[in-house]
């Protein structure tokens, strides 16, 4: 099982990115997904996640991206999105993508996630 996550670069204050998260060897539909970042000496924190869509419809944001980020699904591609706008220097980080195997509800916790992409870096200063 592979994840990979792409779509990271340099942009501006007040721009915006749509990060890709594609697996291989494992169908997305059926678990939870998350995006996570981590910057520079912080730690792992949760960003994003979108509930298995045959369990639960739903998704969870963190405060600090609520109404600039958008996660999304197409199961046709095997593919998660983050879809970030308005973006701000303090969104700058390494963004990795996960998927959590349990099927026990959105979490926000990164050791619930089982498989994790390579992380793509996001840079965001003028």
């Known amino acids: 099982v592979q994840l990979q996550a792409s779509g990271g670069g340099l942009v501006q204050p007040g721009g915006s990115l749509r990060l890709s998260c594609v697996a291989s060897g494992l169908t997305l539909e059926y678990y939870d997904i998350a995006w996570f970042r981590q910057a520079p000496g912080k730690e792992r924190e949760a960003v994003s996640c979108?509930?298995?869509?045959?369990?639960?419809?739903?998704?969870f944001y963190a405060d600090l991206v609520k109404g600039r980020f958008t996660i999304s699904r197409d199961n046709g591609k095997n593919m998660v999105y983050l879809q970030m706008n308005s973006l701000k220097p303090e969104d700058t980080a390494v963004y990795y993508c996960?998927?959590?195997?349990?099927?026990?509800?959105?979490?926000?916790?990164?050791?619930?996630?089982?498989?994790w992409g390579q992380g793509t870096q996001v840079t965001v200063s003028s």
């Open positions: 979108i509930r298995n869509p045959n369990r639960e419809q739903g998704s």
């Open positions: 996960a998927a959590d195997l349990r099927g026990a509800g959105v979490s926000a916790v990164s050791s619930d996630y089982y498989y």
